[in-house]
């Protein structure tokens, strides 16, 4: 045996540490320069127990993970104050002691809106309420999304950050207040600049990394009026005096539930503050808190105070009925496959109940409210086709509980006869050499004047920008391809028509597999 | 069910009573009416809402339909802070059950005080939604505080406070638990220590603005635990969920097909290991953390168990048996009984890690005392892996009611006059308090059996009770409260 000198041996040591690295830059996209103090984590793939490295940018927002055995990576990275324009993880291979330089991760900086809220007489309202909801589209409405909230100071300014770019509505109020036992008083919101009503509200422009300032508001007193009435407990056979209650007004663009509160001991209960407008008063009792088991009214003010706007809470409502099947493939067993139909409230989406479907294809959905609720079932390949009642199809999949009762004998019509819709999605024009799409998502919209049954059918799209949508039912669609993230919102009708070019036209028949391209469509900036 | 006592009570109360009078603004010199305040009437045990309203142009207000019963009016308008004309308390107590109509529960408010600031990361770049606490500092019974605000920086790293009572504060930026992305911190107080002894106070008078109130904060080192879930025989075990938890947070990592787990940048300390499968807990384990923890190998691991004997305070009736209840993270409540004639028991199914004990039944008994050998501990047990054995729990029963009435020196009922409960030879004192009505009538429910000091001061900040002083007046009263008692006594007030 023979000795290596010192020097050799360090060499040698020098030789076994692995070299590999991965390199590049953190970058804004509206400024074009780098992002100093963003986090990235890299860990090879499938192998759990190695550990997950980290690294941060520098202050020209480069980054550097060396010392890296090869392997399959992936690369992901955050930044407080930003929204990622990459889509991430990144994949990252690496070969022995190789080097991948030139990695860029776009990032989007937020937008704010600030200004200030005051009375009629120009005085700060201190700690007024303020939202701004940014305007989407769901199931071809539109809709107000989960708002952005903040409050004014003591010299009634308010500041909204973190905000997607977009158009938003903004609207002012005073903080709801619990004024006695049973007794809510809700302060009637102001929207931007000074309207009473969504309908009023000059939309606020937001782009990416904009501040948005000098959004005044101005709260003025507003004729308002109460609703009353009393809530009764099915179970106890007499006044509910535990029951919590909420309103939401139906035809505003905040659709989300007001404040939850108890009514007075006797079960009577008084909302006041609410102008003109469709109203939904709920109930719930508290042996049912999570079971979504709520008895609501929905009412219309108009110029008075409503009275007797009475309610019973904990009726247990229940839907029952049996699933047909039509050209089912053979040997299918749905019970093995437990099929379930999941029933979402249609206003807001929340699941309230799901039902097993029993060996005898019969199923029984329990606690559920006096709402409409959109039907779907879970089974592989099988599409709704009808909802029946006493042999009628219904216009729409939505089936609505009476409030005093339930539905028994409804009829789900599942076919199995839809059709596969496969293809790539293929990089935009322009895009450099070797360019491939890593993340998309394709999405069929059905064209108008067709069947309520048919619904938007959505898939994302594999690594390799191959995509594959099975169970189609026939119909005709328009097919596009989505950047992610930062998809545009195919449901707003003027994004579809801005995007008319990346469409392709789809007509989807009965037996017939369908295979196409689709080009990537631009992510939009704000309309 | 202590909410639906009270809702029974006030449906059993006659409605008919009013309460008003007038807030006044008090600025440098100068005092007129305050309009906008929002005026609150409080049950004064329990805390229902009964009425609220804003007072008018000329600061007056009136809440009618009241129940005859104690209530508590407050006032508040945000940027502004109040407290009673009279007594200088936050609240006006009155019985509303004594006279029908009270008039003159006003109140003086003053503009409040700022702090403003800014949170930078140690490249001086803001930080945002960072979480900032405001203590108010009193010096009674040692430094004491007390949260006043709580308040997030925006995106630019800049935070105000506002509405702030004059006084002495401290501001602290919260601890943020670390994840996947994002670096643990510790507490960080004003200028940049994570000392609360060390903290700078912020001097704040009323409605004067201070900034500057900036901090720096530093990331500190994290580490990473990973390793691998197997059954005894080393095969792995599959779709497990594993939790780290220390005091202050608790991460969770799901095991791979192959048992394998990872949690990444957690800071140093001590924490529980725990496994759950779909039948529950599997394994629970203390971890100390102070570097990476590589190939940590996992088993399953048989739960311990806890055991002792449930004592009793005080003489009188023993109940046939106490129902006690163990609460534990990730676990079902157990529950097992203490029979007579020696009171032992045992929870089986223990696992090693925080654990609450306390009495299911009978409803009126409460846990005095729990002791491990003969020292004392808190209820809210460290168990070991393997568990306890020789617990000691002392239990009491029936809680007193203490009423009575303050007179001023020179006689006569004293309005308004706070009265406080205070257990001797506690450093800060541990007290509990209430303000008279405005017939010097005071109320404290709830009261455990034992000895007791009982004070009434004509004037005094809620602070000063913590410090032990206060309390060697000869004024103050000794007491002992027995089981179940209606304990009726007049008090002279301490100027």
Known sequence: MTFLPAAALLLQLAAEAPRGAIAGRIVSVESGTGIAGATLAARTAGQDRQPILYTTSASDGAFLFDGLEPGEYSVLARKPGYQAETHFPVPVRLDANQRRDGLVFRFHRYGVITGVVTSADGEPVIGAQVKAYRVTWEDGHRKASEPFGGSADDRGRYRLFGLPAGRYVVAASLPDQETAPGELALSPPTYFPSGANPSEAAPVTVRWGQEVSEIRLTLRPRASFAITGRVGDAAANGPCRRCTLRVNRLDDIDDFPSREYGTAPDGSYRVRGLVPGVYRVSAETAASPGKHQVSSRTVTVQNRDLTGVNLVAGVNRTVSGRVLLQSPPPNLDLTKQSALLEFREAGTGVVAAVARLQPDLTFEASGLSNVPYRVRVDAAGGRVKAFRIGGQDLPAPEVEVPEQDSIQGLEVLLAFDGVTVSGSVQPPEGAGEGHHVTAAVVVLWPEDNQSAYLAKETIGAEPSGSFRLEGVPAGSYTAFALPVPQTPDIDDPEVRQRLANYGRPLRVERGKTISLDLPLAPTLDVP | ?495
């Open chain 2, 1 to 495: 069910m202590r909410c639906v006592a009270a809702g029974l009570l006030l449906a059993a109360a006659a409605y008919g009573a009013s309460v008003s009078g007038t807030v006044y603004l008090q600025e440098s010199d100068t005092v007129r009416p305050l309009a906008g305040v929002r005026i609150t009437v409080h049950q004064a045990e329990g805390g229902t809402v009964l009425g609220s309203t804003t007072t008018d142009a000329q600061g007056r207000y009136q809440i009618e339909s009241l129940p005859r019963t104690r209530v508590q009016v407050s006032a508040a308008r945000p940027g502004f802070f109040a407290h009673a004309r009279r007594g200088g308390e936050p609240a006006v107590v009155v019985d509303l059950d004594a006279a029908a109509d009270f008039a003159g529960a006003d109140f003086e408010a003053q503009p409040g005080g700022v702090i403003t600031g800014h949170i930078t990361d140690a490249h001086g770049d803001p930080v945002q939604e960072v979480q900032i606490h405001l203590y108010r500092v009193t010096d009674f019974g040692g430094r004491h505080r007390q949260a006043e605000q709580t308040m997030g920086s925006d995106d630019r790293g800049q935070y105000r406070a506002f509405g702030l009572e004059p006084g002495r504060y401290l501001l602290e930026v919260a601890t943020q638990p670390s994840d996947w992305l994002r670096d643990r911190r510790s507490p960080v107080y004003y200028p940049g220590t994570s000392d609360a002894a060390r903290a700078t106070e912020i001097e704040v008078r009323a409605g004067v603005e201070v900034t500057g109130i900036d901090i720096t904060l530093r990331p500190e080192p994290v580490f990473q635990v990973s390793g691998r879930i197997v059954d005894v025989q080393m095969g792995p075990l599959q779709h497990l969920i594993l939790r780290l938890t220390s005091t202050e947070q608790v991460s969770y990592s799901f095991a791979g097909q192959d048992g394998t787990f990872t949690f990444p940048r957690l800071p140093r300390g001590s924490y529980i290991l725990t496994a759950t499968g779909p039948q529950g807990i599997i394994t629970s384990e203390p971890l100390e953390l102070s570097a990476d923890v590589k190939n940590l190998t996992v088993r399953p691991t048989e739960p311990g168990q806890i055991t002792g004997r449930v004592a009793f305070s005080g003489p009188g009736a023993k109940p046939a048996e106490i129902r006690l209840r163990a609460r534990a993270a990730w676990q079902n409540p157990l529950e097992t009984v203490a029979r007579a004639p020696d009171y032992q028991f045992r929870f089986a199914d223990i696992w090693a890690g925080p654990l609450v004990v306390e009495i299911a039944s009978p409803s009126d008994a409460y846990l005095s005392q729990v002791k491990l050998g003969s020292k004392e501990v808190p209820a809210r047990l460290d168990v070991p892996p393997g568990g306890i054995t020789g617990l000691e729990l002392t239990v009491g029963f029936g809680v007193a009611r203490v009423t009575g009435s303050i007179k001023a020196r020179r006689g006569g009922p004293l309005p308004q006059a706070r009265v406080a409960l205070a257990r001797p030879g506690t450093n800060p004192v541990e007290f509990r308090t209430a303000i008279a009505d405005q017939n010097g009538r005071f109320v404290l429910s709830d009261v455990r059996p034992g000895e007791y000091l009982l004070g009434a001061w004509a004037s005094v900040a809620v602070e000063q009770l913590y410090g032990p002083e206060i309390w060697g007046h000869d004024a103050v009263k000794r007491l002992t409260v027995e089981p179940r008692a209606q304990v009726e006594l007049d008090l002279t007030a301490i100027p």
